[in-house]
């Protein structure tokens, strides 16, 4: 099946600085991707629908301009995690359908901790 | 708006046993259905899918039916193994275009030997 991969696959950083976590589609492309964050022992939730070439759609309650989603081409989308605090660790994971009404595709995921 | 309730665990069976997961949803339209799989520390495997009703979907001893008149597509298992031990996620996705995916709140599943 397709491959979505995720970069980095962990990382800690101290509180104030920001991080960027890539999200690539590796043998197809993908024109909308999407981004969740699962808190420890909670379901995934939906922060954002990636667009290529358009601004990102944020679901209600998600702070755009602390969660900065750039989506610059058909294989890769980044979410920006500004001024990161300690609330802010979580585990981030990125999804991609193959094509329009098609299953999705999920990263394995980023794991964040803000010290 | 769709939703998706499984039973919370966490769910504990000694090899061998049989495995039941309940899942029912709530959408508008046909929604597909699907059962993720969580292994500790890694990100969502797809464990099986259903895109209409009465399919069922399959993989690796797991079953589960698409039940359009109970809203339900519950997991099963004959036999599970040490290594099943996982958070198992049930999910929908509604049809046409580029749809986002709704989870329900995962169930832990514990084999012991």
């Known amino acids: 099946g397709a491959v979505v991969s995720q970069h980095p696959s962990w990382v800690i950083c101290k509180s104030g600085t920001s991080v960027k976590i890539e999200c690539r589609s590796l043998?197809?492309?993908?024109?909308?991707m999407f981004w969740y964050r699962q808190f420890p022992k909670q379901s995934l939730m939906l922060m954002a629908t990636s667009n290529e070439g358009s601004k990102a759609t944020y679901e209600q309650g998600v702070e755009k301009d602390k969660f900065l989603i750039n989506h610059a081409s058909l294989t890769l989308s980044t979410l920006t995690v500004t001024s990161a605090h300690p609330e802010d660790s979580s585990f981030y994971i990125c999804s991609a359908p193959q094509s329009r009404g098609h299953e999705q595709f999920f990263g394995p995921g980023t794991r964040l901790t803000v010290l | 708006g769709n939703s998706v309730t499984q039973m919370e665990g966490p769910v504990t069976l000694s090899e061998e046993a049989f495995l039941t997961i309940n899942c029912t949803y709530t959408?508008?339209?046909?929604?597909?259905l699907f059962w993720y799989v969580q292994y500790p520390g890694e990100g969502l495997q797809l464990l099986l899918k259903?895109?209409?009703?009465?399919d069922k979907g399959s993989n690796k001893g797991f079953e589960a039916t698409y039940r359009k008149e109970t809203t339900s597509f519950h997991l099963e298992k004959g036999s599970v193994q040490v290594s099943d031990s996982a958070v198992y996620f049930c999910a929908l996705m509604n049809s046409g275009g580029y749809q986002k995916v709704t989870f329900g709140i995962g169930t832990k599943l514990q084999v012991i030997p």
């Open positions: 959408a508008t339209g046909y929604p597909s």
């Open positions: 259903a895109t209409k009703a009465d």
């Open positions: 043998d197809f492309q993908a024109t909308t």
